[in-house]
């Protein structure tokens, strides 16, 4: 147990004192949880708004008709709204798909030349028919086309889930960093106290004993390094907590969840874990190997 890591009793603590904590590590520990916590956070993010996004868009479709027949769009809309399933029809105003149009032509999109289909965003059930309803508005207007929204969403939203991913590697490589630090902080701190290891053996201390003894310090200086990155880590999303969450509005949804919090909680626990077990791999082979 951890615990039995950390605690010691009065000789032991005398021999090799956890009080004094070895600022390198601490450091290490702090810098590394601080930011394993703050790059899971965005890759939490980041899947929450890509899941917000294809689930809204899931139910939702683009119906189109070309510009010389947007005067049919009400009779296409009509016709639509008959189909069972259909939940709602919003017509996009012209003006406002030329504004849209203005980012790239400028003022050339206010032309009345210029031809612009006619949209409106159309709302299904979960247990309505697609093919259905393009059916009926092909009926209706033969150059009639219902688009997913999802399908054109699917290339935006594919680099997202990439940032997902290598969100998770990050972390990962991190916590090889850690150990990769702590591997060398245990293998000095055995350096440093070699005299006092070969009189515990020849007073017959075995190798455990002596790896709980520099196992305790290790894993002190990693909880108290693990809570101050974790410190860090938190005041940092408080502070950005109301940029994001006015930035995810529009996503209607949270850019992080309580089970999302619980999740970076564990990441300290995860690191300090991870840093005792190494050390007490590192030590006794090491041990057991010059001793």
């Not at 996004?53 to 479709?61: F, M, P, Q, T």
């Not at 455990?208 to 974790?230: E, N, P």
């Amino acid at each position: 147990m951890i615990l039995d890591r950390i605690w010691a009793s009065g000789p032991e603590s005398r021999l090799l004192p956890a009080e004094k904590l070895h600022g390198p590590t601490v450091a290490l520990m702090a810098i590394m949880t601080f930011a394993m916590i703050l790059v899971a956070a965005a890759g939490l993010a980041l899947a929450n708004a890509a899941s917000s996004v294809s689930s809204a868009a899931e139910a939702r479709y683009v119906l189109e008709l070309p510009s010389a027949a947007a005067a049919q769009l009400p009779k296409t809309i009509a016709a639509a709204k008959a189909v069972p399933g259909v939940r709602d029809i919003t017509p996009v105003p012209e003006s406002e798909m030329r504004l849209t149009l203005e980012r790239w032509l400028g003022a050339e999109a206010s032309a009345p030349d210029l031809p612009v289909p006619a949209l409106a965003m159309v709302d299904l059930d979960p247990s309505a028919n697609p093919e259905a309803v393009s059916a009926a508005v092909a009926k209706q207007v033969p150059e009639a086309r219902i688009n997913a929204e999802s399908a054109q969403l699917a290339p935006l939203l594919a680099p997202v889930r990439g940032l997902q991913w290598l969100a998770l590697s990050l972390v990962a490589l991190m916590a090889a960093a850690t150990a990769a630090a702590i591997i060398l902080a245990a293998r000095g701190a055995l350096d440093t106290h070699r005299g006092t290891v070969e009189i515990m053996h020849r007073i017959g201390a075995t190798d455990s004993q002596v790896t709980r003894l520099f196992q305790r310090k290790i894993a002190v200086d990693s909880v108290v390094g693990a809570l101050v990155g974790l410190t860090g880590a938190a005041a940092v999303l408080l502070l950005l907590g109301a940029g994001v969450a006015a930035a995810a509005g529009e996503l209607s949804t949270s850019p992080l969840t309580w089970t999302d919090a619980a999740i970076l909680g564990l990441v300290p626990v995860a690191a300090v874990v991870i840093a005792v077990a190494v050390a007490h791999w590192t030590l006794l082979r090491a041990l057991r190997a010059t001793l």
